[in-house]
């Protein structure tokens, strides 16, 4: 089977490393990939959005799936332009139809859908330029902190939490009159602050059926001690220590099954990777948010947590017939750690020489902003490399990640140090 992946971070290539491992994959191509997904498959220049490029690519290749990394064409409604057009309708496309993939592209839109199916999730009401004045009656009722959302797609960074009243009435303001992240911000939900510990749970799905992967915990903020500005993520863990069996039967029944039968009723198609932004409060889980597409880094660890053939899944996933596969997870405790450029997550230099990867023997290293230069990889983002290692537990795992990236180099390099603190 033919394959064409979209993306070029570093879940892309820890999708990438783990589709070529299958006997079924016959040719991977990535658009665009980078320098770690060349190894893995054929790099082809084509953007991630570019539809019309990506149609004349699979048909001239007889490709015969298209897994989808970012959220972004998701949204854009890769799905349903393939089933419109029918050359490309017997293609089958991983990931969920526009609709599906609102979950993550309008806040707004996953509120209503957890209210409607009755999925626990922070109380909230939201706000557009037409009910501004309401906003602010809203915000002096709530206890601070108060979280704002952006209701739209904002890069992850659509989301704020202000530790008073008039501090949220400014940042609502500025978000919906000033457009503070484009249109994104037009629409506004503020809700309640949950205070609990967070994880995150990842299913696939046929719409029919759902397998529960590998649950992992991310690290999001640049500094040790969880301090400093947010990024994509600085690194994470699986298992995530404090889930327990009992929890995730709670995830099971109040979260999962709730959203997938939520997505038969209201008869959205997706066929895809749910990824559930959770919080632990006290006993009760609630959802913080939706992605609709696998988490980066998460990918990193829940991918070679994975020991069945995850494109047989697929495959089985786009015939709607995922109900009789069975994936088999590796019982070791597994760690990424992020290696940045120093600057992240503001501004930062590219075109770094990255020297010692071919010294890294005990951990895998997945490639997220790299690219290759003639004879040289060389940075060309933000996040450089994920590094990841099994351990018999999380401190070993952890251990051996940092080691690894002991023996890697470039100007700037720079990794937290303490990814998985609270567990060690
Ligand atoms: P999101 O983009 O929705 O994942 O939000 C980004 C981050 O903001 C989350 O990972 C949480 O740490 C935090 N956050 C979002 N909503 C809430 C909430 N209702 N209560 C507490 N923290 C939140
Ligand atoms: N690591 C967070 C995300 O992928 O959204």
């Known amino acids: 089977m033919k394959i064409l992946l979209l993306g070029s971070g ?22 665009p990939g980078n320098a770690g997904t060349a190894q893995c498959g054929e790099n082809i220049a084509i953007g991630v959005n570019d539809f019309g490029a990506i149609e004349k690519f699979v048909l001239e290749q007889q490709v015969e799936m298209v897994i989808v990394g970012p959220e972004d064409p998701l949204v854009n409604g890769i799905y349903d332009y393939f089933l419109s057009k029918p050359a490309l309708a017997k293609i089958a496309v991983i990931g969920p139809s526009a609709k599906g993939a609102l979950l993550e592209g309008s806040k707004a839109f996953a509120k209503q859908f957890m209210v409607r199916h009755q999925i626990p999730t922070a109380a909230y009401a939201e706000f557009t330029a037409e009910n501004l004045e309401d906003g602010f009656d809203f915000i002096d009722e709530q206890t601070p902190p108060i979280v ?32 503070k992240f484009g249109k994104a911000s037009d629409r506004v939900v503020v809700e309640q602050f949950l205070k609990g510990i967070e994880f995150s749970v990842f ?43 009992e929890l995730m039967k709670q995830v099971e029944e109040r979260v999962i099954i709730p959203t997938i039968e939520g997505l038969k009723q209201d008869e959205i198609v997706y066929k895809g990777f749910i990824y559930f932004g959770l919080i632990k409060v006290g006993e ?8 609709c597409r696998m988490g980066d ?11 069945s053939d995850l494109l047989t899944h697929l495959d089985a996933l786009a015939k709607g017939k995922l109900q009789d596969e069975t994936i088999v997870i590796d019982d070791r405790a597994a760690a990424t750690v ?23 023997t005990e951990a895998m ?36 990640s940092n080691a690894a990236i002991e023996k890697i180099d470039f100007e700037g390099k720079y990794f937290r140090k303490d990814i998985g603190y609270e567990f060690r």
Request: glycine share 12%; aromatic share 6%.
């Open 284 to 291: 009760d889980v609630f959802v913080i948010e939706y992605n």
């Open 148 to 179: 704002l959302k952006a209701d739209g797609l904002a890069a992850g960074k659509g989301v704020l939490i202000c530790p008073d009243h008039s501090e949220a009435k400014q940042e609502l303001r500025e978000m919906i009159e000033q457009s």
């Open 365 to 400: 290293v997945f490639h997220a902003g790299t690219k290759n230069d003639g004879d040289h990889i060389v940075t060309n983002g933000g996040r450089v490399l994920a590094v990841s290692a099994f351990g018999s537990g999380i401190h070993e795992a952890v251990a051996k």
């Open 10 to 31: 570093g879940r892309e290539h820890a999708f990438a490393w783990k589709i070529a491992q299958s006997a079924m994959c016959s040719k991977l191509f990535i658009a």
């Open 203 to 245: 299913v696939l799905t046929d719409g029919m059926a759902y397998k529960i992967l590998p649950n992992a915990k991310d690290y999001k903020r640049i500094g040790e001690g969880d301090t400093g500005l947010n990024t994509g993520g600085m690194g994470c863990i699986s298992p995530v220590p404090f889930v327990t069996e």
């Open 338 to 360: 992020i290696v940045a450029s120093g600057g992240y997550p503001e501004n930062y230099e590219k075109g770094k020489v990255i020297s010692g990867l071919e010294e890294v």
């Open 297 to 307: 880094p998460e990918t990193e660890i829940v991918l070679p947590r994975v020991k």
